[in-house]
């Protein structure tokens, strides 16, 4: 099946300072989804992208699909303790694949 | 959102026994649900797919007789681990998309085999 790989493995930040994600793909995506499981806890649904180039943002979240619908990222801007927690990609449809997952933690 | 509940949410068991763990759709009737598997700091690793009424599609190398899958119900899926050892332990996890898209999780359980 299709794989994303997803980078970084880890990131340490200041509380305040930004923070990106990016998944890619050797294969052009169906689609692209996001999730957010804080220490503990199971995934949780934050977003889909399907169009080609599309951008979506959610408060603080910016998330981007690329023009050929291999890649996407995940911009936190002026992060904040909440914030903490894995951040996984997604692709397929219901059967999903994963990549390797963000681990963002943040120094207050 | 489809409201997933899985039980128990945590479980120590000795190595040789077998662990039956349960994933229940509380507002949904799914026909197909997934369970995961995940090492601690690794991302999820998709296990088999749960099919109603049918026999579960394993992902490769996965163990099928290791790990039994049930779907009795439209509401129900089983996963049992069987003859457990320490190295099956691990937060397994199921999901289901209740119509939609993206994926509802359970709560996760998590194994200790000792």
């Known amino acids: 099946g299709q794989q994303v790989m997803q980078i970084p493995q880890y990131q340490h930040v200041q509380e305040g300072e930004d923070f990106t994600t990016y998944c890619n793909s050797s294969t052009t995506l169906s689609n692209i989804q996001w999730y957010k499981q804080r220490p503990g806890g199971h995934p949780v649904f934050l977003i889909q992208?399907?169009?080609?180039?599309e951008v979506k943002k959610q408060k603080r979240l910016t998330f981007q699909f690329g023009e050929a619908k291999k890649n996407s990222s995940l911009h936190i801007t002026a992060t904040q303790t909440t914030d903490v927690g894995t951040y996984f990609c997604g692709q397929g449809a219901q059967k999903l694949v994963f990549g390797q997952g963000t681990r963002l933690t943040i120094n207050p | 959102g489809a409201v997933v509940s899985q039980h128990p949410s945590w479980v120590i068991c000795k190595s040789g026994t077998s662990v039956k763990i349960e994933c229940r759709s509380l507002d949904f009737q799914a026909t197909t649900m997934f369970w995961y598997r995940q090492f601690p700091k690794q991302s999820l690793m998709l296990m088999a797919t749960s099919n109603e009424g049918s026999k579960a599609t394993y992902e490769q190398g996965v163990e099928k007789d290791k790990f039994l899958i049930n779907h009795a119900s439209l509401t129900l899926s089983t996963l049992t681990v069987t003859s457990a050892h320490p190295e099956d332990s691990s937060f397994y996890i199921c999901?289901?998309?209740?119509?939609?898209?993206?994926?509802?999780f359970g709560q996760g359980t998590r194994l200790t085999v000792v």
């Open positions: 992208l399907v169009k080609s180039g």
């Open positions: 999901s289901l998309t209740g119509g939609r898209t993206e994926a509802f």
